[in-house]
């Protein structure tokens, strides 16, 4: 099969040999629009078709509360995408919750149309579980490589008043 972009680069020190470019899933997860579901899989059908193997995805269980995951393992799968043909990383700190509102709590007003909501979980209890969701949403594919998403909404969100405000370590 010839592909439309074959040049793969060393990824650090990992041993994997990567695209120069990685696809991000937010759009998997309704990220300001709700596309239908043939629309996302013939977008990661176009990927798969267009870059030589491994192709890259970027996801995270924030994207869509989860959505994204669970929509890029169901589009593999449909694909017959064989695991070692993909890479994904995923983003942890963020697990998917039942939405108990009209709309989710975190980012409001940005997410169309998605069934939970996400709380960020960043202890590392709190990272192994959205791990593990995360895997459970992907329907059998395994991320390669992962990292912590939005830490630093994380620390600014949980400092202590005292700290926001601009205090120094030698006045604390």
């Known amino acids: ?30 990220l300001y629009i709700d596309l239908s579901k043939e629309k996302k899989l013939s977008i990661i059908k176009r990927c798969i078709d ?15 509360a989860g959505l994204a995951l669970e929509i890029l393992g169901e589009c593999l799968s449909t694909l017959n995408v064989c695991a070692d043909n993909i890479i994904i990383s995923n983003k942890l700190g963020w697990y998917r919750t039942p939405l108990t509102a009209e709309e989710p709590t975190f980012e409001y007003g940005v997410w169309k149309n998605i069934n939970h909501d996400a709380v960020q979980k960043i202890s590392y209890d ?8 995360g895997n459970e949403l992907l329907k059998g594919y395994i991320p390669s490589l992962v990292s912590v998403h939005d830490p630093d909404e994380y620390m600014n969100y949980n400092l202590p008043k005292k700290i926001k405000k601009g205090n120094t370590s030698e006045q604390l």
Do not use: H
């Open 50 to 64: 267009n870059v030589a193997p491994p192709v890259v995805f970027d996801s995270a269980g924030k994207y869509g």
């Open 1 to 30: 099969m010839a592909y439309l972009l074959e040049e793969k680069n060393e990824f650090g020190k990992t041993g994997l040999r990567i695209p120069p470019i990685i696809f991000g899933t937010s759009a998997l997860g309704n």
């Open 126 to 133: 709190d990272i192994i579980e959205c791990f593990e969701q």
